[in-house]
């Protein structure tokens, strides 16, 4: 018998196995992994973005499908962090999330979309905090009337890692941030 720890481990073994039989996932255990709600996990049913199974009349998540849907946003993960990286070896001090969105087909006038780039962000952030010790993500600005800043999830960013604002005022902060983020990126080599 085998004993997976994870959901994330079985799904490796799913996906090594080259199964061609759906492979049944309560979807509660589907939206614990997600960390988002089984209502959630039942529009992603209805709107395709996941598959279901229904075996003995009990609907299930089909493995695969999460598979699928978690290759898929690794893939967008890696190619906003790639624009994003272009733009700061480049000395760009902002860049909007049309663009971003647009790489990836997504629009920012679907709320589910903005709700996604907002998480396709918040990996790149964890990425970038945990290589570097800062925010690749700084970079990203609403489009707005005058001054531009990143959205309201920036902030929560370092409240999420424990570090302070160092600055008198949040416009200093985001110069010294994105300062912080220009050196690194111009002195640092494309990845592979």
Do not use: C
Not at 43 to 53: C, G, Q, T, W, Y
Not at 86 to 92: C, I, L, N, V
Not at 148 to 176: A, C, H, N
């Amino acid at each position: 018998m085998s004993e997976y720890p994870t959901l994330e481990e079985f799904l490796e073994a799913i996906e090594e196995s080259k199964m061609s039989v759906p492979v049944p996932l309560p979807l509660q255990m589907v939206a614990d992994h997600l960390d988002i709600t089984r209502a959630g996990v039942d529009k992603m049913l209805m709107d395709e973005r996941l598959r279901s199974v229904t075996l003995a009349g009990t609907r299930f998540v089909e493995a695969q499908s999460l598979i699928q849907k978690q290759a898929k946003e690794a893939q967008d993960i890696s190619k906003v962090r790639t624009l994003l990286e272009e733009k700061a070896r480049a000395g760009m001090r902002h860049v909007f999330y049309e663009p971003l969105m647009t790489a990836i087909h997504r629009s920012p006038k679907v709320p589910a979309d903005r709700s996604y780039i907002g998480r396709v962000l918040g990996a790149i952030s964890a990425d970038t905090y945990k290589e570097y010790g800062l925010f690749l993500t700084v970079l990203v600005h609403r489009k707005t009337a005058g001054t531009t800043k990143p959205g309201p999830g920036f902030q929560g960013l370092f409240d999420m890692v424990g570090r302070p604002w160092k600055s008198k005022t949040e416009q200093d902060f985001i110069e010294s941030e994105t300062d912080r983020v220009l050196a690194h990126y111009s002195r640092k080599r494309p990845r592979n």
